[in-house]
């Protein structure tokens, strides 16, 4: 069955510490892959995707991520978190035969201390 | 970027009641939109999938009966809940799409529907 995990509900993070955060996907191709952020009682904004090409993909607010097609993974990263970053992160895959239909990985919440 | 808005942003029911959300895109036409539930602390759970002028079609669970999905014009979807109870209580998220927006996926900011 086709799924997407991020194994970490829950991650703290200190202000300027760095932030990784895990997505794995189970799917029979590579599917579309993509990362968003959702505060408190809003909507989801999109930090970045990748379509093909470059595994590396450069994303908004200092946000990137990397492509793994041998570990079917997508981890999310930030060199320096700032206290704004606070919020639930998504990841979430977009099957290449199933356009638009999106299946979101269960999120972590980053919590960032002082 | 592409703006999605959703009206109510929170609706209170009694139960038994119908509610209708309205989700719109405000600067693009939306050829196709998306609609979300999420519960508190979990993922978005598709629920369907509507195209301006057909049928909405239902992620498998989802009672079309229960959950009305129109999508009447390029800029507009609305989803109705039909005689709401208390375990139809979640946060309802829509997105859409069109070809203006490369396929681009863009979320509505969510509509907090809780039914007493």
């Known amino acids: ?114 | 970027g592409a703006v999605v808005s959703q009206h109510p942003s929170w609706v209170i029911c009694k139960s038994g009641t119908s509610v209708k959300i309205e989700c719109r895109s405000l600067d693009f036409q939306a050829t196709t939109m998306f609609w979300y539930r999420q519960f508190p602390k979990q993922s978005l759970m598709l629920m369907a999938t509507s195209n301006e002028g057909s049928k909405a079609t239902y992620e498998q669970g989802v009672e079309k009966d229960k959950f009305l999905i129109n999508h009447a014009s390029l800029t507009l979807s609305t989803l109705t809940v039909t005689s709401a109870h208390p375990e139809d209580s979640s946060f309802y998220i829509c997105s859409a799409t069109g070809t203006q927006t490369y396929n681009e996926q863009f979320f509505g900011p969510g509509t907090r529907l809780t039914v007493l």
Request: aromatic residues 14%; hydrophobic residues 35%; glycine residues 8%.
């Open chain 1, 1 to 114: 069955a086709q799924s997407v995990t991020q194994p970490d509900i829950h991650i703290t993070v200190s202000e300027g510490a760095s932030l990784e955060l895990r997505c794995n996907y189970s799917y029979g191709a590579t599917p579309y892959l993509f990362w968003y952020v959702q505060s408190p009682g809003q909507g989801l904004q999109l930090l970045l995707k990748y379509f093909s090409g470059d595994t590396l993909v450069q994303g908004i607010k200092g946000f990137e991520a990397e492509f793994k097609r041998s570990q079917s993974s997508f981890n999310l990263r930030k060199p320096s978190v700032h206290w704004s970053d606070a919020a639930e992160y998504f990841c979430a895959v977009e099957a290449t035969d199933s356009w638009g239909k999106f299946q979101f990985g269960a999120g972590t919440q980053v919590v960032v201390t002082p």
